[in-house]
């Protein structure tokens, strides 16, 4: 049987592994001699990876390896695959933390086991395998998702005996695994929260392996990131430091990032604010199931911006279709501002990382070197290039490498890192070792990249990623911004500096280049470069590195700083065009590349924010702008549903964007009957899913140009402006109703005298929008 089960958590052999150990008594890993760096080393660490002892992990198969196994993987040492063959990564690891879910930790194991008593439970039974194939594991592992996970608590499977004696092993083996000075391994878990199949998953790191709790907070005793908040910062009164790092967002459905209420219904307030910021310090941008900087949806003008995307709920709910709004870091970050400057609260100051979220222990970071992250169901080339759904909900060929989190700190120890993390002075990779540092301040030059002790100066007269500028002492920010190739991938292209801002309610975003390789020369009206080329052979799935450069350097200062706007930057490197896994693994089989990926990637990494706030003094000089609360003392009167159709229904209107001073048309078309339904409030399952009660009509964009300043949510509006494209939108409650990719943008108007004003739902009441005449000219030059 020891074949079939694999390495059984028995409580038996776990209770006498612990006592044979001497639990209480385990020698601490001897320090290797280390001496600190004040200037500081990139260490590269994975935080988010899952072995046997996860509940899905094992339903699919991986039943050979447990989290000693993937220590060792990190480390340099092969290991097997839950398919039977060996694996080996390609370059050795500096730190991890092995997180398997705390949910039901070790039960289905167990419940398979033979004369386990947890087989004899009733709420087990669905859980024992009746057969060996793959169709019956995959009932099971549904079945996990969708009733354990996703469903309310089964009590008769959250025995503390199963996850306590679980947790502890955990303990145990990052404890043997660590060795400081060499090797760091943490103790770590998932919370794995995911009502209504929305993703709010966190990994939760602890600093001290010594005063870890006896059991992990889980999904089970509450699945409110409120509520692990509190958790936490009863821990950390306690003397235990402990972080959460977010999951990539892109699986939550629209809610990892809310803007009014959190998933009790309560608002989004100060409180909720600084329990976050206090106990979740960063969030994954990447790994196997994509990426969730940004999406072309919510930054048009950004080139870059469809980098691995996946968009899927998780447990393949019928009918429902995963949601954009709410899913991404970038524009957290721009709603994070945008609050700050209209309610004092900014619920999204975070730091980037990324990891691999690998159910197979073992983890693939290149592409030269994929083979799945899910067992049998993406373990083969077959199953990986025939487009076999992972888990009955996503492409395998859709799936890219894991990710790393690259730390700047000290020296290889738990607590150097861990307050690396905590401070944010971290930067995420997409699967190359790729080194980036990023300073801001008011004093950097250029001749300063010419010394030797550069990183010095970049302290000491500035901040690091992670960091807020101190108050202004010139009359714009500079940044150091530097990178280095892995020297196992490809050469660099260039680095961006990606900016946001927020002025009355609205954010905004632009990409600058900085530096790049080669003699390309930037756009003269633009500031954009051209594509550095590429020298990928598709057919034979090779490259050169005969362009791009090993290294870029330079000290950039914004050109447009405004110093009364709140502000972040950060920064993006990429690689040179290379060949993705499914291009590589395509040749292998002889067929082409599939059509559903691109069959080039460009690697990248990415650092933390530096944010910019702005004073007291400067703020009070900004112009500013329109509130609704303004608009109500002047007396104003919202419009009513009858009114708006009177005024805008058939009708081409001109506005204007008061913040910007951009003025373009939309022509509001006829409105038709359409399907009715109760509405629901945005503290309900389903808001941002729900199909609205009204007479729906088409509207057209009109007038609208590449170089307007395009705030929050607008979607791609030049370009539909170009094709003539339309969109659905109806009258409600007197509001005027669209929406952007399934998530509902709502504007209400009030009459003030003889103006009309607009407020978006999306701007923090904030009225930013006028109805004008027809104006002379459309886009007086600049």
Excluded at 141 to 158: E, R, S
Aim: glycine share 10%.
């Amino acid at each position: 049987m020891r074949d079939y089960v694999g390495k059984s958590l028995s409580f038996r052999a776990l209770n006498g592994a612990l006592l044979a150990a001497g639990w209480l008594g385990l020698a601490a890993a001897p320090v290797l001699a280390q001496t600190k760096n004040p200037d500081r080393d990139a260490y590269f660490g994975e935080t988010h990876v899952h072995t046997s002892w996860s509940l899905d992990a094992w339903l699919i198969g991986n039943r050979l390896t447990d989290p000693g196994d993937a220590y060792k993987y990190f480390k340099g040492e092969p290991i097997k695959h839950p398919l039977g063959f060996e694996v080996k990564i390609d370059t050795p690891l500096d730190w991890a933390g092995v997180t398997d879910h705390s949910e039901y930790a070790g039960v289905v194991q167990m419940a398979n086991e033979p004369g386990s008593p947890v087989g004899k439970i009733p709420a087990a039974q669905p859980l024992i395998l009746k057969a060996k194939d793959q169709a019956e594991m995959m009932r099971v592992a549904l079945y996990a998702i969708n009733v354990l996970v996703a469903g309310p608590p089964v009590k008769a499977l959250m025995s503390p005996e199963i996850a306590g004696t679980v947790w502890k092993r955990n303990v145990e083996l990052a404890d043997q695994a660590n060795e400081p000075g060499k090797f760091t391994a943490f103790c770590s878990y998932e919370w794995t929260s995911m009502p209504n199949n929305m993703n709010l998953h966190r990994n939760i790191f602890f600093k001290d392996c010594a005063k870890v709790p006896p059991t992990p907070f889980s999904a089970l005793d509450s699945f409110h990131p409120v509520d692990l908040w509190n958790w936490m910062d009863g821990q950390r009164k306690a003397g235990n430091e402990l972080l959460a790092i977010s999951h990539n967002a892109n699986l939550s459905d629209g809610r990892m990032f809310p803007t009014e209420v959190d998933t009790k219904g309560r608002p989004i307030d100060a409180a909720y604010a600084a329990s976050r910021v206090r106990n979740e310090p960063l969030i994954e941008v990447k790994q196997l199931k994509g990426t969730s900087e940004t999406h072309p949806f919510l930054s048009p003008n950004d080139e870059f911006a469809n980098f691995e995307l996946m968009s899927v709920l998780l447990g393949n709910p019928t009918g429902r279709i995963p949601h954009i709004v709410g899913s991404y870091a970038r524009q957290a970050l721009k709603d994070g501002l945008a609050m700050q400057d209209a309610k004092g609260i900014n619920p999204y100051k975070y730091g980037f990382g990324a990891a691999s979220d690998s159910h197979n222990t073992a983890v693939p970071y290149r592409q030269d070197n994929f083979f799945g992250g899910h067992s049998f169901t993406d373990g083969t080339i077959e199953a990986r290039m025939s487009g076999n759904l992972v888990g009955g909900f996503f492409d395998a060929r859709t799936e890219g490498t894991g990710g790393l989190t690259g730390v700047w700190a000290e020296e290889n120890t738990r607590a150097s890192i861990f307050d690396a993390l905590q401070r944010k002075e971290t930067f995420a990779v997409s699967g190359p070792h790729i080194k980036v540092r990023l300073f801001g301040g008011w004093e950097y030059t250029a001749d300063m990249l010419a010394a030797q002790d550069w990183v010095k100066t970049g302290y000491a007269i500035g901040v690091p990623m992670g960091g807020d500028l101190p108050p202004a002492k010139a009359k714009a920010p500079t940044f150091i911004v530097w990178a280095v190739k892995d020297p196992t991938s490809g050469n660099l292209d260039r680095i961006q500096i990606v900016k946001g801002w927020t002025r009355n309610g609205q954010s905004f975003e632009k990409i600058f280049d900085v530096v790049w390789a080669g003699d390309r020369k930037a756009d003269k009206w633009t500031g954009g470069i051209p594509p550095i080329g590429s020298t990928v052979d598709i057919e034979n799935a090779t490259y050169t590195n005969t362009i791009g450069a090993t290294e870029l350097k330079t000290v950039w200062t914004d050109p447009a700083f405004d110093p009364t706007l709140h502000a972040f930057y950060y920064a993006r490197v990429l690689e040179i065009p290379t060949p993705r896994w499914t291009t590589i693994q395509a040749k292998k089989l002889g067929v082409a590349p599939p059509d559903v990926v691109a069959a080039t990637i460009q690697e990248r990494a990415w650092s933390s924010p530096i944010w910019y706030t702005p004073s007291e003094e400067a703020r009070r000089n900004a112009k500013q702008g329109t509130t609704v609360a303004d608009l109500k003392k002047k007396g104003a009167l919202a419009l009513n549903d009858a009114q708006l159709k009177a005024l805008i229904v058939e009708k081409s209107t001109w506005l204007q964007n008061n913040v910007t001073g951009d003025k373009y048309m939309i022509i509001y078309g006829a409105l038709g009957k359409g399907a009715a339904a109760k509405p629901l409030t945005p503290a309900e399952p389903g808001y941002i899913t729900q199909r609205f009660p009204a007479d729906q009509g088409e509207l057209q964009l009109r007038y609208v140009g590449k170089k307007m300043a395009l705030p929050a949510l607008a979607g791609d509006a030049p370009d539909a402006s170009y094709l003539g494209g339309t969109r659905s939108y109806f009258l409600r409650d007197g509001k005027i109703v669209t929406a952007l990719a399934g998530t509902p943008i709502e504007i209400a108007v009030y009459k003030v005298g003889d103006k009309y004003l607009g407020a978006r739902s999306n701007e923090f009441g904030y009225a930013n929008y006028e109805i004008i005449q027809a104006p002379k000219e459309v886009s007086p030059l600049r």
